[in-house]
């Protein structure tokens, strides 16, 4: 079992939609997880982290943490064409270490 | 501007030729570390770096040294490189100081490595 699981997509959403991106972790001990998006080509971008039960919300962008189900998600409201990209839950599963998923792709058409 | 600088950005390079890819950061953080990113596989941790003088292994250390003789710097070795190492590298820095919160990671603009 993969450390930290992410469907690959893609996942395609109409413009003005909410983009629902979901992420399972296996090390019961994580205790910090955190959203990166990554453009085509560039660098990975920290756009979320979430320490605790429950949701954060951040403009369009709101992350869960379920612990008891091991599942940590993200949304994005009225998606853009602009908010297309991959999106790689990282979660840390003990100090000094930073497991990442595969990404999820994300496309928002006009 | 905070930043992390690696370089070069594109390398093509031949089998065995000792090769080192840079990664300065200005934002005096304690952590930095390096991925590669190969398709289907994601980022895997090759080597991390808790503060100067400290390096361990990530999950794919196989072929690669690092050091970290001044915080600012974390240069990447590849001592004898192969085909297998071709890939898209990033170096991350993060501040250790506030606890969970040291995965909020900067990354470097990448390097794309050709290994023939």
């Known amino acids: 079992q993969k450390e930290v699981e992410q469907n690959s997509g893609p996942l395609s959403v109409p413009e003005g939609a909410i983009a629902s991106l979901n992420c399972t972790y296996s090390d019961r001990g994580s205790q910090s997880f955190f959203w990166y998006r990554q453009y085509s080509g560039k660098s990975p971008e920290l756009i979320m982290s979430i320490y605790s039960n429950g949701d954060k919300e951040d403009g369009r962008f709101t992350a869960q943490l379920n612990k008891a189900s091991q599942y940590v998600s993200l949304l994005i409201r009225d998606s853009q064409p602009s908010d297309s990209a991959t999106y790689l839950c990282a979660v840390n599963t003990g100090f000094q270490k930073l497991v990442f998923g595969t990404g999820t792709r994300l496309l928002v058409s006009p | 501007e905070a930043q992390v600088t690696q370089n070069p950005r594109y390398l093509i390079t031949v089998t065995g030729k000792k090769l080192t890819v840079t990664c300065s950061q200005n934002?005096?953080?304690?952590?930095m570390s390096w991925y590669r990113q190969d398709p289907g596989l994601g980022l895997r941790q090759i080597y991390y770096?808790?503060?100067?003088?400290?390096?361990d292994k990530g999950d794919v250390p196989e072929g690669y040294k690092v050091s970290r003789k001044e915080k600012r710097n974390f240069p990447l070795i590849l001592e004898s490189p192969s085909p297998n190492q071709t890939s898209l590298y990033f170096c991350?820095?993060?501040?250790?100081?506030?606890?969970?919160?040291?995965?909020?990671?900067?990354f470097g603009q990448g390097t794309r490595l050709t290994v023939v």
């Open positions: 770096s808790m503060n100067v003088e400290v390096t």
């Open positions: 991350a820095s993060s501040h250790t100081g506030t606890g969970l919160a040291w995965g909020e990671a900067f």
């Open positions: 934002m005096n953080h304690e952590y």
